[in-house]
């Protein structure tokens, strides 16, 4: 059956329910269509506002109370905005839509056939039922079978994980300035090793870069925090492996003019709180002492997809992403979408776009089911293009067929973020925070709680040279 005649089929079950004159079913007729969408992201922000003028009541359940504009973490990592900026709180972006509701919840069951989601939070559970589901569950960092891993090279997928990461960068140069006072051994606690040459490990390694050959160099007096490796670490043969070679060269030039060294065709092997195994192009190893490790080389799709698949027989890929119909829609299941990072289709790259593209367009095609029109071609992704900022006023850009690099790329790369970043509020506050940090040499957000990552930094093992005060 092809996916308009199963939404056909769909409806005309639905329409039979409704005409056998049980009160469940002349309940079912009297109130409106219920649209339950999993995760706050991309996929599921967009799907729920382009919902608001539909005849339809949706009910957002997301694990957290915020909305994550996952591409700018590393700049909250690295103290370039703040946690708000990048993470407005859901009830606040949608308290003007009054079909919207949202629930605190973490989904861990769903049911196919009683059409129910099951979320739990603090220990209480609720169950959701639905007309039409939206799964928006996005993915999770992947350590490629070494989780192990994790706890020694957090990834950046959330704020903990951003917020924790300024806790160990920030931390580690104030760990070294107490080891140097000590005359101890610091090198250590200023190598930094970025692994994965993808935008988000270029944006992290020409930050930490910056950090310590602009930011921090005036703060410090007994370490000179130019002095720090920054090591961005890719078994690929070039950086930004989806963009074109040459820009992949030019961010490549641009980084190590900010003194990052790239280490290409090298593979991580072993992770630990002391540093970071190497295996080089010719098979030999090579331990880097590092206190800091960050993690930005694979994401796998949220287990809900084991979930989904398990229910309904789906395929998943390797990343554990769902195989959809052309309609997005969950095979043998006309009224279940599947959006976003969590879509196995070959043209859908796991970008922000795909996912803001896939929310709207299972979106309208509910909106269009509510109404009885007939359904949209099947889905298409508008490819809007790719760019990463390497540092300040250095970026790579890839619209179509033009290319843009330097400062032409980095005004293009603000632009578009300023349009994109959610919350009319948050707007005028990063741009005011790129405006510090950009034109001059601060760092606005650079405070870090207890809870932050400093307690994890390891420390050089107490000695006899060390003294007091
Ligand atoms: C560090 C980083 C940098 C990136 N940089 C770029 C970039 O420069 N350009 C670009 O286009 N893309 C970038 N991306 C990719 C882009 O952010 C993703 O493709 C996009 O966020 C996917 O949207 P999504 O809605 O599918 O998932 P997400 O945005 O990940 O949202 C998933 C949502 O589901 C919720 N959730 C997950 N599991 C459950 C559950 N069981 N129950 C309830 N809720 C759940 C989460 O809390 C979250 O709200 C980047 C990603 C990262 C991590």
Do not use: C
């Not at 720090?228 to 989806?242: I, K």
């Not at 043209?347 to 709207?360: F, H, N, R, S, W």
């Not at 290319?403 to 293009?412: H, I, P, S, Y």
Request: aromatic share 6%.
């Amino acid at each position: 059956m092809n996916s308009w005649t199963s939404n056909v089929a769909y409806f005309a079950t639905r329409h039979r329910r409704t005409t056998t004159g049980t009160t469940a079913d002349i309940d079912t007729a009297m109130r409106r269509h219920r649209v339950v969408v999993i995760g706050s992201g991309f996929g599921g922000l967009y799907a729920t506002t382009a919902l608001r003028r539909a005849d339809v009541d949706v009910t957002m359940i997301a694990k957290t109370t915020h909305h994550v504009f996952q591409p700018l973490l590393y700049q909250v990592a690295t103290g370039i905005l703040s946690v708000g900026d990048v993470a407005p709180a859901t009830r606040d972006v949608l308290s003007r839509q009054r079909n919207a509701r949202v629930l605190l919840g973490e989904v861990n069951a769903i049911d196919l056939a009683a059409r129910t989601v099951t979320s739990h939070v603090q220990g209480r559970s609720k169950v959701a039922s639905y007309d039409s589901l939206i799964v928006a569950a996005g993915a999770e960092q992947s350590y490629f079978g070494h989780d192990a891993f994790a706890s020694f090279a957090p990834g950046m997928k959330s704020i903990d994980d951003a917020l924790e990461l300024r806790g160990r960068i920030f931390g580690a140069f104030e760990l070294a300035e107490l080891e140097a006072a000590h005359g101890n051994e610091f090198a250590h606690l200023l190598t930094f090793v970025v692994v994965g040459g993808g935008p988000t490990g270029v944006e992290m390694a020409g930050q930490v870069a910056e950090l310590t050959r602009r930011t921090l160099r005036r703060d410090f007096r007994m370490i000179d925090t130019a002095q720090a490796r920054v090591l961005l670490v890719d078994v690929a043969h070039q950086l930004l492996p989806s963009f074109e070679p040459r820009l992949g060269q030019k961010a490549r030039r641009a980084l190590e003019r900010l003194g990052v060294e790239i280490r290409l065709r090298t593979t991580v092997v072993d992770v630990d709180h002391a540093g970071i195994v190497l295996q080089l192009e010719d098979g030999t190893h090579e331990h880097i002492a590092s206190a800091t490790k960050i993690w930005a080389a694979g994401v796998q799709a949220s287990p809900l997809s084991h979930v989904l698949a398990k229910e309904s027989g789906a395929l998943l890929d390797r990343a554990g992403r769902i195989e959809v119909n052309p309609d997005l829609t969950l095979p043998g299941h006309p009224e279940v979408f599947v959006v976003g990072d969590m879509i196995s289709r070959p043209d859908l790259p796991g970008v922000a776009q795909v996912a803001i593209q896939t929310g709207k367009f299972a979106a309208h095609e509910i909106e269009r089911r509510v109404r009885r029109r007939p359904p949209q071609p099947p889905f298409r992704y508008r490819d809007l293009g790719s760019m990463a900022i390497v540092g300040r006023f250095q970026a790579v850009a890839e619209i179509s067929s033009m290319r843009f690099t330097g400062v032409v790329g980095w005004l293009m790369w603000l632009g578009l973020h300023l349009v994109y970043l959610t919350g009319h509020r948050n707007k005028p506050s990063a741009l005011l925070h790129w405006t510090v940090s950009f034109l001059g040499r601060g760092r606005p957000e650079r405070t870090v709680t207890e809870h932050q990552g400093l307690a994890r930094l390891p420390v050089a093992t107490p000695s006899p040279t060390r003294t007091q005060g």
